[in-house]
């Protein structure tokens, strides 16, 4: 085959075409490429681990919250801190047994039950009295999680405020300081810790999946 000027340019015209409407995968760097086998890109456990690891199972489901993220129907949270409080302050809930609240499973739904004020939830002893709750232990939900010890943010409630969907913000907790994650306890003193405390993260993405 006699090469010309003329099927250089052809050939050139076709290796640039093919270059334009190659897949994406092709122009990308290895690291960014959708690869199953790169343990450097796929860090995360396999859907068949899930029932290892997840709380609430059976209690927390797709038929309660049908965009669960989840593998099977059966639900289950995996976001979860056993034994701290890694709450906030902002849009307080308080929720209590006569709230039909008996497990961290309850709470955890209560926060999945409010996507648009809740992101995070703790059921721990608060001690708020007999009166309320027979000292067993409660739910509380925020909006907000616990802040690094270098933060501290204060937040304006004044009748010039851009803010909203804070309330209830106690006076005590503005400002909020930041600080590690306190533990849970068993008792007033803040001697016993409490290895069925528990706090989570929740939320919901643009497409409407819930994650807990």
């Given at each position: 085959?006699?090469?010309?000027?003329?099927?250089?340019?052809?050939?050139?015209?076709?290796?640039?075409?093919?270059?334009?409407?190659?897949?994406?995968?092709?122009?990308?760097?290895?690291?960014?490429?959708?690869?199953?086998?790169?343990?450097?890109?796929?860090?995360?456990?396999?859907?068949?681990?899930?029932?290892?690891?997840?709380?609430?199972?059976?209690?927390?489901?797709?038929?309660?919250?049908?965009?669960?993220?989840?593998?099977?129907?059966?639900?289950?949270?995996?976001?979860?801190?056993?034994?701290?409080?890694?709450?906030?302050?902002v849009t307080e809930v308080d929720l209590f047994q006569k709230d039909h609240i008996n497990s961290?499973?309850?709470?955890?739904?209560?926060?999945?039950?409010?996507?648009?004020?809740?992101?995070?939830?703790?059921?721990?002893?608060?001690?708020?009295?007999?009166?309320?709750?027979?000292?067993?232990?409660?739910?509380?939900?925020?909006?907000?999680?616990?802040?690094?010890?270098?933060?501290?943010?204060?937040?304006?409630?004044?009748?010039?405020?851009?803010?909203?969907?804070?309330?209830?913000?106690?006076?005590?907790?503005?400002?909020?300081?930041?600080?590690?994650?306190?533990?849970?306890?068993?008792?007033?003193?803040?001697?016993?810790?409490?290895?069925?405390?528990?706090?989570?993260?929740?939320?919901?993405?643009?497409?409407?999946?819930?994650?807990?």
């Open positions: 085959m006699q090469f010309t000027s003329t099927t250089a340019t052809t050939l050139l015209s076709i290796l640039l075409t093919s270059t334009v409407l190659a897949s994406p995968h092709t122009t990308l760097a290895t690291r960014d490429q959708d690869d199953d086998s790169n343990n450097n890109l796929n860090i995360f456990p396999s859907p068949d681990k899930y029932n290892e690891y997840a709380i609430c199972r059976n209690k927390i489901t797709k038929h309660q919250f049908p965009k669960l993220s989840a593998p099977s129907d059966d639900g289950g949270c995996t976001r979860y801190f056993r034994g701290i409080d890694m709450t906030g302050v961290a499973c309850d709470c955890a739904a209560a926060c999945l039950s409010r996507p648009t004020s809740c992101t995070n939830w703790v059921y721990k002893h608060t001690f708020a009295g007999a009166a309320i709750d027979n000292n067993a232990r409660s739910c509380t939900l925020y909006s907000s999680p616990n802040l690094p010890s270098n933060v501290t943010l204060q937040y304006n409630t004044g009748a010039d405020t851009k803010s909203t969907g804070f309330q209830l913000l106690k006076p005590t907790n503005n400002p909020q300081a930041g600080g590690d994650a306190p533990l849970t306890f068993l008792d007033t003193a803040n001697t016993m810790p409490d290895k069925f405390g528990v706090s989570g993260f929740v939320t919901r993405d643009t497409n409407g999946v819930q994650y807990c």
